[in-house]
């Protein structure tokens, strides 16, 4: 290895293209970007002639308009600025990792980790033993709840007792 050159690399900054290039463009031509294209023009035009509709009738004498007419393009707006950072995200390509993630030339072959979401665990629980009270209504209460928690699809009307 060179002496100029850092002895730490990261992977994602050689695999990903530089931004603005065309490889980099290529990106936003998938069939889930086109769909994303198409719904921002359609929502964009569509905000734009409703405010337009709503200045309309304000001019004509609906006072309450106005504030539809200014909140129309507001809207048209955003949709613009979401659709721009989602297209910025994307031509940069994923986070460059930190400092802490970054790898050395013997280790460049390890994947970053990623979490995974997996099945919840069942824990069975056993239920503490409450002595029986000299009340007959607590005490058949207790055998009730303690039934439910042994059964846990059961309804209560499945209760034997």
């Known amino acids: 290895m060179p002496a100029n050159q850092p002895a730490t690399r990261t992977r994602l ?14 990106r ?41 007419a200014v909140e129309w ?5 955003f949709v613009v ?7 910025r995200q994307e031509l940069r390509g994923p986070e460059a990792p930190g400092p802490a993630a970054e790898t050395t030339e013997s280790s460049a072959t390890v994947e970053p980790t990623r979490l995974a979401v997996r099945r919840p665990v069942r824990v069975s629980r056993t239920a503490a033993t409450v002595p029986d009270s000299n009340d007959p209504e607590l005490t058949a209460y207790n055998r009730y709840l303690r039934w439910l928690t042994d059964n846990p699809g059961a309804r209560p009307g499945d209760y034997p007792g």
């Not at 393009?73 to 707006?77: C, I, L, Q, R, Y």
């Not at 600025?81 to 297209?87: G, K, L």
């Open 81 to 87: 600025f979401v659709w721009w950072r989602e297209v």
């Open 73 to 77: 393009p507001v809207f048209a707006g």
């Open 13 to 26: 900054s050689e695999r990903a293209p530089a931004p603005g290039t065309l490889e980099a463009m290529k």
């Open 28 to 68: 936003l031509w998938t069939p889930a970007w086109i769909v994303r294209h198409v719904a921002m023009v359609v929502l964009v035009v569509g905000f734009l002639g409703l405010g337009w509709w709503q200045l309309s009738r304000a001019a004509g004498g609906n006072p309450i308009s106005w504030g539809y």
